[in-house]
Nanobody, 115 residues
Framework: QVQLVESGGGLVQVGGSLRLSCEVS????????IGWWRQIPGRSRELVAR???????IYVDDVRGRFTILKDNTKNSVELQMDNLKPADTALYYC?????????WGRGTQVTVSS
């Protein structure tokens, strides 16, 4: 059974950076099947970064140019480098498949951007 554990969140000022990590344990065909989601209070969970079928990164407009999704095969993890953070990025961040249905959801990691 695949288990996903998110870490790396925290409190940061506007314009700052954070690097999130999603540790994957269990059998998974490819780290390309892991993307990053976020949930802002009162809103639905949103997929913000993932890999295409060819392994290329894909981002939603709100984060493109500021976020980078990375694979670390040695650690069996998928990371999200977040730069130039904005208050609107404040959310609980999760990792899961792009469908959101392939694996059980982890507890997430909270990112708070203060102005």
């Amino acid at each position: 059974q695949v288990q996903l554990v998110e870490s790396g969140g925290g409190l940061v000022q506007v314009g700052g950076s954070l690097r999130l990590s999603c540790e994957v344990s269990g059998s998974i065909s490819s780290l390309d099947d892991i993307g990053w989601w976020r949930q802002i209070p009162g809103r639905s969970r949103e997929l913000v970064a993932r890999f295409s079928i060819l392994g290329d990164p894909i981002y939603v407009d709100d984060v493109r140019g500021r976020f980078t999704i990375l694979k670390d095969n040695t650690k069996n993890s998928v990371e999200l480098q977040m730069d130039n953070l904005k208050p609107a990025d404040t959310a609980l961040y999760y990792c899961n498949s792009p469908s959101g249905r392939a694996y059980s959801w982890g507890r997430g990691t909270q990112v708070t951007v203060s102005s």
